[in-house]
C-alpha cells in the first residue's frame, strides 16, 4: 500500500506487504522486504535495505505525567534515514517528539540479537 503525495527513486522493490503513509520520500535503490511499515513524513536516501517487520516513525513513548495519570505528548517529529544503511527484521525507529531522528549514512542496525549461537 502506498499513500498519497509519496516520491519513490528508480529501482525500488517493494516486498509484499509493505505499507508507506503519505508524505514519504524514498531514495533510489531501496529495498523494504515483507511488513515494513514507514510512516508518514519519512525521509529515506539511497541504497537503504529495510528488513521484514521494521518499523520507521511509530510514535516513541511519548507521556508526561499528570495529576490525572499519563498524558501523552504529541510525537509531531520525523525519521530521517541517510544513504547506505541497512535495518534488521522487526526494528523500529520511532519519530522524534520534536525534530528528527536520524540514521547517519552507512549505519548497520541489527535486529536486536548477537548472532552467537543459543544454548
Not at 525507529?93 to 552467537?116: E, F, H, Q
Amino acid at each position: 500500500m502506498v499513500g498519497e503525495r509519496v516520491e519513490i527513486g528508480p529501482r525500488v522493490t517493494l516486498h509484499p506487504h509493505v505499507t508507506i503513509y503519505d508524505d514519504v520520500r524514498i531514495g533510489a535503490d531501496f529495498v523494504a522486504h515483507a511488513g515494513a511499515v514507514i510512516r508518514e513524513d519519512i525521509r529515506i536516501g539511497d541504497r537503504v535495505i529495510i528488513h521484514p517487520a521494521v518499523v520507521l516513525g511509530a510514535d516513541g513513548f511519548g507521556f508526561a505525567p499528570s495529576s490525572e495519570g499519563a498524558v501523552k505528548i504529541p510525537q509531531t517529529g520525523t525519521v530521517t534515514i541517510e544513504d547506505d544503511v541497512e535495518i534488521g527484521a522487526n526494528t523500529t525507529i520511532d519519530r522524534a517528539t520534536l525534530g528528527s531522528t536520524t540514521v547517519r549514512s552507512g549505519a548497520k542496525l541489527d535486529n536486536l540479537r548477537d548472532g552467537r549461537p543459543q544454548l
